[in-house]
């Protein structure tokens, strides 16, 4: 019973995981108490969330610390093969919750906790999100470093420390306002600093020549002005298996220098204003999940990134065996996600001869065997170039040694296609023009031994088009390696009901082996299972509801019978948010036209943050917002058609989302989206998906039949071949549902007192050069969801098909997508870890 003023606002969660329970509820009381109220100092009689929490979590992670040890003794103790996936993003969301389920001790600090009068679903809520990471990449390698300790293989996440993460979004007057997210400032228990493993980074000066006293020419990097690089451990833990690896992300720090000697040569400011730039570097993420490039601080970070982390593992590497670099490239593989790191293969190669002696062609055996990049996008504008000059002024000796590796290349090139000058233009490293940049992705396939896209699709497009020179030299390069999520986030732990009746059903090991949902299907046809399945999708809609009428009254009409239909991922127009809207302001037409009867309740609810300097989708969002304000006003649709725009969403919305989700809309172009992940979370918890032929759609859909996917639009062939002549004025002429909606829109039935507020998102659809082709998929869009009506009309059908999506999702979890990656490219052995105390 509660005994105290915490009040136990919703039920306890249930959570039916096998665990091996070894601490007693009775302990866990015990320490939390003790920091409670010695370490933290807080009355026990006035409690807060935020306090409780944070004592939990120190409960949690002194269990998570002998683990920890006996991890980093045994990977140390059997001298074996590591992996280091280096990553400007780890988009990592809460912890606590997440370490209590790998820990298996979920059920026994729910009741502790409860004995105590606090419902632990407010202590977990009281975390801030990890906000490290824009969308899909950054989230992804949360995944992938959560399924590495499970499937127990020794790799170390190397990323920043940014001081403010992802902005927080608001919505005033149905626009994005930002406001920065300081989720550090209470602190992070989570996170051990090691000043002890500190490394310098050099930036600005210049390089030397000299000759050495063997007449070996040497080079040097010299003036620079150096930034420390300090670590801040967070410890990952496998699913119950006694693992638990590191994520190691550094902050920059001034050197003590920066205040000595200008201090003492009395000039205060300049040296307070050295300080402020130099811990500048990890002070923000850049807040783009495309373009914007060539900001001198984001290749800082990036430098700062790739030089950290290389100088840890040559430390640690020349700490066991001096400067014998012979067996280095066998126990040692990098992964880089994307270009944004890529700058690790001229460092390795600098490390390697400046200050350890290699020569050029020893160096870059090992650089070029180590060494494996993942590329994550297809769209042109968004690979990374820097133009020469500022690399040269910020990264001089890197510049040289990037020539170098070009000039190398070139030659290779050169014996390969004889004369073919125009192939070298292409396939050069530096970019000519009216000023030379440097092509990060061709740095990133020279300089590596593995080049992945991320679904089949993808990599078909890389091969084929981005990278089809590059794919006819070194075809043995070239691999696939279809992402995933973690099932233990984005099931066991986010869908506990549904995670229970799955574990009642088929038995718990789906949970480090998602393929056994497959067992989940003959149950489709059980009439009483399905009747199970839906209730707790219809509990989970309600939460829904629950969650957003705190903040928004507009909802009071909303009801579990309606078709929850979901759009969250970042706002770009490549995603068409905007055909989701057409669609939607077509249903309010038919609406308003009187059809309404056998129409089916739906409730749109789209997220998503925009970049703070991409127009477009800015108003996107205000173009969404202001459909939603008319239609959920309406009286005469509100019953039959909301729309919601979700605020700030993030991953730990995300957990709350996608249990309550029917339909999921993956509606980008085909050929631009390179996975989507999102997708994936949907499928697992039941949701269907309305998509196109993109991204690991198409694999998604071979998995699940297409008898339960609505697809639509254009193929990426059909697309590619549309340009040059597409028109979409006709196609608007030869359909009156569109001719209806574009009259909507074009009358400023939406923005009534903003004029013109839409014309450049109208005029973007209706010009033939729209290279996102909306127009060209809305007739059959609109099909899809009229056959999504008349399924969802047919209750058991639809049940049927959400257990079907649910019961084929095995392939989409990170465990698998990890084991390719560790059979094809990284080779490690998996390390069961020795626990001598336990
Ligand atoms: C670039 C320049 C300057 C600053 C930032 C950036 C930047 C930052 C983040 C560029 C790209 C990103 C993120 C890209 C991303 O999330 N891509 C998504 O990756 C997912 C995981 O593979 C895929 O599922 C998605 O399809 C892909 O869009």
């Known amino acids: 019973m509660p005994t105290n003023q915490f009040l136990i606002s919703q039920p306890t969660p249930t959570i039916t995981q096998l665990p091996k329970q070894g601490v007693k509820k009775q302990d866990f009381i015990n320490y939390f108490k003790q920091y409670y109220v010695h370490l933290l100092g807080r009355d026990e009689g006035h409690q807060s969330p935020f306090y409780a929490g944070e004592a939990l979590s120190m409960v949690i992670r002194d269990h998570l610390m002998e683990h920890w040890k006996a991890t980093h003794k045994t990977y140390k103790n059997n001298d074996c093969r590591r992996g280091y996936y280096l990553s400007m993003e780890f988009l990592m969301g809460r912890t606590l919750s997440n370490a209590m389920l790998n820990l298996g001790v979920t059920d026994n600090v729910t009741q502790a906790m409860y004995d105590l009068g606090i419902a632990i679903e407010e202590l977990i809520s009281s975390e801030e999100d990890a906000g490290l990471g824009n969308g899909g990449l950054g989230r992804l390698a949360a995944c992938f470093i959560d399924s590495c300790a499970t499937l127990q293989l020794p790799v170390i996440g190397y990323g920043l420390r940014y001081e403010y993460g992802m902005f927080t979004q608001t919505i005033v007057n149905g626009e994005q306002i930002e406001k920065p997210d300081h989720w550090l400032r209470y602190g992070n228990v989570w996170e051990i600093e090691r000043l002890e493993y500190s490394h310098r980074i050099k930036f600005g000066g210049r390089s030397t020549v000299w000759t050495d006293a063997n007449g070996k020419q040497q080079f040097s990097w010299v003036d620079t002005h150096d930034v420390l690089a300090i670590p801040f451990d967070t410890p990952i833990p496998g699913y119950q298996n006694g693992t638990v690896n590191t994520l190691r992300l550094w902050k920059a720090v001034a050197t003590e220098e920066f205040n000595l000697d200008e201090f003492n040569a009395g000039d205060y400011a300049e040296a307070v204003a050295a300080k402020i730039t130099a811990e500048n570097i990890t002070m923000v993420l850049y807040p783009n999940d495309a373009n914007e490039n060539g900001k001198t601080l984001r290749l800082q970070q990036q430098y700062f990134l790739a030089s950290a982390s290389l100088q840890d593992v040559i430390a640690h590497w020349t700490g066991l065996h001096g400067n014998d670099f012979t067996h280095f490239a066998e126990k040692s593989c990098f992964q880089l996600n994307d270009t944004h790191p890529s700058i690790a293969i001229a460092e390795l190669m600098r490390l390697l001869m400046d200050l350890h002696g290699l020569g050029w062609d020893e160096a870059w055996i ?349 193929t990426e062939e059909q697309i590619e071949a549309k340009r040059g002549h597409y028109n979409p004025i006709a196609i608007i002429d030869q359909d009156e549902d569109l001719q209806h909606v574009m009259h909507l829109l074009e009358s400023g039935h939406f923005n009534q007192f903003e004029p013109s507020l839409f014309d450049d998102l109208i005029n973007s659809i209706k010009s033939p050069h729209d290279p996102w082709m909306t127009i060209a998929d809305f007739r059959s869009y609109i099909d899809a969801q009229q056959r999504v009506e008349d399924a969802y009309r047919n209750k058991d059908h639809w049940v049927k098909m959400s257990i079907l999506n649910c019961a084929n999702s095995g392939k989409f979890s990170t465990d698998r997508t990890i084991s390719e990656y560790n059979r094809e490219i990284w080779k490690l052995t998996p390390q069961p870890v020795v626990h001598e105390s336990l």
């Not at 020469?388 to 050169?414: C, G, K």
């Not at 127009?615 to 009286?635: E, F, G, T, W, Y």
């Not at 979700?646 to 390179?674: F, H, N, P, W």
């Open 366 to 714: 090992i650089t070029k065997t180590t060494m494996a990049y993942t590329n994550h996008t297809l769209l042109p504008e968004a690979l990374e170039k820097w133009p020469v000059t500022l690399m040269q002024r910020l990264l001089p000796r890197l510049m040289d040694i990037i020539f170098e590796i070009n000039a190398h290349f070139i030659s290779e090139v050169s014996a390969y296609w004889p004369g073919d000058s125009e192939v070298l233009r292409k396939m050069s490293i530096i970019e000519e023009g009216h000023q030379q940049q440097v092509r990060m992705a061709h740095l990133a396939i020279i300089g590596s031994f593995s080049v992945n896209g991320v679904a089949k699709l993808h990599t078909q497009l890389l091969q084929q088009g981005l990278f089809s020179d590059f794919y006819a030299l070194w075809p043995h390069k070239f691999n696939n390696k279809t992402n995933g999520v973690t099932p233990r986030r984005w099931l066991a732990s986010c869908n506990p009901k549904l995670a229970s009746l799955i574990t009642e059903t088929i038995g718990d090991s789906w949970i480090t082996d998602l393929s056994q949902l497959k067992k989940l299907e003959p149950f489709a046809d059980d009439a009483s299972f399905r009747e199970r399945w839906y209730a707790i999708k219809q509990s989970a809609k309600q939460s829904l509801i629950d969650f957003k009428k705190n903040k928004n009254d507009a909802i009071s009409h909303l009801s579990v019978e309606a078709i929850f239909d979901v759009q969250v991922k970042r706002i770009h127009e490549y995603k068409r948010q905007f055909l989701n809207i057409l669609h939607v302001i077509h249903l309010y037409n038919c609406l308003k036209k009187g059809d309404t009867n056998d129409r089916v309740a739906r409730c749109v609810l789209i997220g998503g943050k925009a970049a703070p300097g991409y127009r477009m989708a800015k108003k996107i969002i205000k173009l969404i917002n202001n459909v939603a304000q008319v239609i959920n006003s309406d009286p005469t649709v509100n019953h039959k058609l909301t729309v919601l725009f979700l605020e700030d969403y993030r991953v730990s919305a995300m957990e709350k989302i996608c249990s309550g989700a029917d339909l999921s809309e993956q509606i980008s172009t085909a050929g631009k989206e390179a996975s989507g992940t999102g997708n994936m979370k949907l499928m697992m918890n039941g949701a269907i998906t309305i998509g196109t032929l993109d991204g690991a759609n198409i694999e998604i859909r071979e998995e699940v039949g297409d008898e339960n996917f609505f697809l639509f639009g254009l």
